[in-house]
C-alpha cells in the first residue's frame, strides 16, 4: 500500500477498528514536523487518523475482497498451521492484522483443514467465528450485497471444505 496512496472516499480496513471510509488526507505540524494523517471515518461513525507512513505497518488497507476473491483462496491449497497452541494463536493473529488482502481468508482456510485431522480448541473456533464475521462483511461491502448473503456464501464454502 505505500507505493499508492489512499485517496477520499476509498473503503478501508483497520484490523483493530474495522471498516471504514476515507474522508481525506490532512497535515498536522508538531515539533516543527509535519506529518500526513489519514482521516478515516469508521462504520459506527467515530473517525479515525492513521499516519500515512505507518498505515500499512499498523494493517491499513484497502477493501477488495468480494465474494469470487475469498471463494477461491477458500479452494486454494491449505498450509499447515502450527501444532502448538501458543504458537497458531500467535499466527492466526498476525494474520488478522496483516496488510495483505489475502491473509485472513488464507487462515481461514488453513484452520478448516487442520480441523479435519484435528479438532479445533475453543480459542480457534472462536477466532474462526469472527474471521469468518469479518470476511463476510468485507464482501458485503466490496460486492454491494447484503451481509446475510455473504454471510451465507462463506458459510456454504466453508461447510464445503469441512466435508472434502
Known sequence: MSAKLLRSGDRVLHP?????VVEGLTTRHQSGQATDYYGIRLSDGAVLSVPVARAEA?????LV???????????????????DARLRVMELNARW????PAALAQAVRDLLSRSHSRSLTPGDKKWLTSA???LSAEAALVDGIDLDEARAAIQYEMDQLRLS
Not at 483493530?16 to 471504514?20: D, E, K, L, T, V
Not at 499498523?58 to 484497502?62: A, I, M, S
Not at 475482497?65 to 501444532?83: C, E, H, T
Not at 492484522?97 to 495483505?100: M, R, T, Y
Request: with cysteine.
Open 16 to 20: 483493530m477498528f474495522g471498516f471504514g
Open 58 to 62: 499498523v494493517g491499513l488497507r484497502p
Open 65 to 83: 475482497n468480494g465474494l469470487a476473491a475469498i471463494v477461491a483462496l477458500l479452494r486454494s491449497p491449505a498450509q499447515p498451521l502450527p501444532d
Open 97 to 100: 492484522q496483516a496488510p495483505q
Open 132 to 134: 469468518c464475521e469479518r
